[in-house]
């Protein structure tokens, strides 16, 4: 059944072929019970790539680890549950995916979610420099713009901090992208690749349409029109569901497929590229979402933001003072005055 359904389904969406001895990984998730945490823990299960996965979150972890296991996959499942056990989920990790704390509801911006989910953030940060300081963190939990900072500060007063490592989690804005540009040209996702930058909020979210792959010749209005809905899209899910959360699926789907992205990087495998929401420098933002090529050590080369139109460089300067107040808020937090 593996190699008849499971590996073809998985190469089907990463393209890649099963690994052996150290370039296998352990990847550990925060949240791993969650919304986003159980579909996530799944496609990890699933991933050759994964050796070991540990899931950690506050509640039911043994539950889905045990679920999980019956999966017939070599991957080892362990559960953790409780802060007391957060130290011992992170030991060692290679990846840790971080989907944990509270999710949005209708009439709420992702800002709404930084008082709650700042304190989950620091804790896993400071547990993370302590137990896991080579692993790549790759953080879902919202607002990003914010806990990446979070993060990032934790790490550098425990002098951990390495910024090739640490990333915000931007890929669904990419995935939303490509689909809804395959859905207008009437041609398979898998053809298409646009890359998004900036950060994972609203205004802040910034396809670049002039560096689609294919090239698209679309009319200002449908730009207009798309980039409304890419920044809208997750809001447009918050609405659907109605009080029951924000996206899940798509974002256990964006998450597989960053991690695999990470870990393909970490294999040594050339010309892995996805964009995230790292440490940077643009225009005054101390963060920022731009393409990066993955390595063994996580970034190997910001490729930075690159040409933009008169319409992206509008969009860029309407995003940039508000990630910079984004970035101030998650460093005030971990730095008060
Ligand atoms: P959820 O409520 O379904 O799951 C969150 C899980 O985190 C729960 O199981 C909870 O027990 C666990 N948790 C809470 N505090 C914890 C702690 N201190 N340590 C470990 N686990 C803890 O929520 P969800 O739908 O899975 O969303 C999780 C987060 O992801 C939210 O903040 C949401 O806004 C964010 N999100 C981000 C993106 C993105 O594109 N980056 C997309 C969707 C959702
Ligand atoms: C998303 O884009 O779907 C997530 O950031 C969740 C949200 O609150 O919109």
Do not use: W
Not at 100 to 126: C, H, S, W
Not at 272 to 296: H, M, N, Q, R, W
């Amino acid at each position: 059944m593996y190699s008849q359904v499971i590996k073809p389904f998985i190469q089907s969406y990463n393209g890649f072929a099963s690994c052996e001895g150290e370039e296998c990984f352990k990847v550990t998730i925060a949240g791993a019970s969650g919304g986003i945490g159980q579909p996530l823990s799944m496609l990890m299960k699933m991933n050759p790539f994964v050796k070991e996965l540990s899931l950690f979150d506050l509640q039911h972890t043994p539950g889905v680890a045990v679920d999980l296991s019956h999966i017939e996959t070599p991957c080892k499942v362990k559960a953790f549950m409780g802060a007391d056990q957060r130290r011992e989920a992170l030991k060692d990790a290679n990846i840790i995916i971080v989907s944990a704390g509270v999710p949005r509801k209708p009439g709420m911006t992702r800002d709404d979610l930084f008082n709650v989910n700042a304190y989950i953030i620091k804790d896993l940060a400071e547990a993370a420099a302590e137990v896991a300081p080579n692993a790549l963190i790759a953080i879902i939990t919202n607002p990003v713009n914010s806990v990446i900072p979070v993060a990032c500060e934790v790490m550098k007063k425990a002098n951990k901090f390495d910024p090739r490592r640490i990333f915000g989690v931007t890929t669904l804005d990419i995935v939303r992208t490509n689909t809804f540009v395959a859905e207008a040209l009437k041609i398979d996702p898998k053809e298409v690749n646009v890359p998004v930058i900036g950060g994972h909020a609203g205004d802040t979210i910034v396809p670049l349409f002039s560096r689609s792959k294919p090239h698209v010749s679309f009319s200002d209005e449908q730009i207009i029109a798309m980039t409304k809905r890419i920044q809208n899209a997750g809001t447009e899910v918050v609405e659907a569901k109605a009080g029951a959360g924000s996206a899940t699926l798509s974002m256990a789907y964006s998450a597989a497929r960053f991690a695999n992205a990470l870990m393909r990087g970490l294999r040594g495998e050339q010309n892995v590229i996805e964009c995230a929401y790292v440490a940077s420098d643009y225009g005054g933002a101390s963060y920022f979402a731009t393409p990066l090529l993955l390595g063994k050590d996580g970034i190997k080369e910001n490729l930075g933001v690159g040409e933009l139109n008169d319409f992206e460089k509008k969009l860029v300067e309407t995003a940039i003072p508000i990630l910079i107040e984004n970035i101030k808020t998650g460093v005030d937090f971990v730095n008060p005055k």
